[in-house]
């Protein structure tokens, strides 16, 4: 009898099976929760990091959808919205010191707060909606409970891994996996989270841009060693 046709992709980290990187996946411990909402139509993307951002980072959850009554009936408990915070995607006022920190605390007008440390360090979680520009804007202004949580925004000195695989709309721009790396590495004061949570990501590069043999032809014919490159032209992730 023959075996069954492996699957298309992984089950894990459901990427196609030869981008599969869980042999680079190491979950990270973190304290502060990690929510992921994650646009529909970006579940599509080989290039999408959330699943991968949810895999390193144990205490985290992914949620793929347009909009949810409240972040209680998403995580099941009370919250108090207080002590969450959401990367913030609207403009943001570039004056004065606190401006120009790793990360911030906005308020609704975009301006830094001069408390924000002591907002950060009381944080129990954070929410990073993922997706293209516009569909993450999409997320925000579909799921109205978000304004009670804190604006939070990064000013990340690294320029993203995604180099010239993906398009990004801002220069700051970063993967979803990147942002989470990069907050909950400041949150949690220990530096080495960005490292280790890359390594898969890393890893998923190197595989898209490593040419493979195209499939074999009925009769074991190959299509005269030609090899492929994965396309690296999807959108922008928020």
């Not at 989270?193 to 890359?198: G, N, P, Q």
Request: glycine share 8%.
């Amino acid at each position: 009898m023959h075996s069954a046709a492996p699957p298309e992709s992984c089950p894990t980290c459901l990427k196609p099976n030869h981008l599969c990187v869980c042999e680079a996946v190491e979950p990270v411990k973190n304290g502060v929760f990690l929510l992921i909402l994650q646009h529909p139509q970006e579940k599509r993307e080989n290039l999408g990091t959330a699943q991968i951002a949810h895999l390193q980072f144990a205490n985290s959850a992914l949620k793929v959808g347009l909009s949810w009554p409240n972040l209680k009936r998403i995580l099941g408990r009370e919250v108090d919205y207080k002590r969450w915070g959401v990367l913030y995607l609207g403009p943001v006022k570039t004056d004065g010191p606190a401006a120009k920190a790793e990360i911030a605390v906005v308020d609704r007008n975009g301006v830094p707060q001069q408390d924000s440390r002591q907002v950060l360090a009381d944080l129990e979680g954070v929410i990073v909606l993922d997706g293209t520009w516009s569909q993450a804007k999409t997320l925000w202004w579909r799921n109205a409970w978000l304004l009670k949580c804190r604006r939070i925004v990064l000013h990340p000195e690294f320029r993203s891994l995604y180099g010239q695989a993906r398009k990004e709309p801002r220069r700051e721009s970063v993967s979803t996996l990147e942002a989470s790396a990069f907050l909950l590495s400041r949150l949690e004061r220990d530096e080495a989270i960005m490292e280790r949570a890359l390594k898969p990501f890393a890893l998923l590069l190197k595989k898209i841009r490593t040419p493979r043999p195209r499939p074999a032809k009925p009769g074991g014919e190959t299509d005269g060693g030609a090899l492929e490159m994965d396309s690296g032209e999807d959108g922008a992730e928020g």
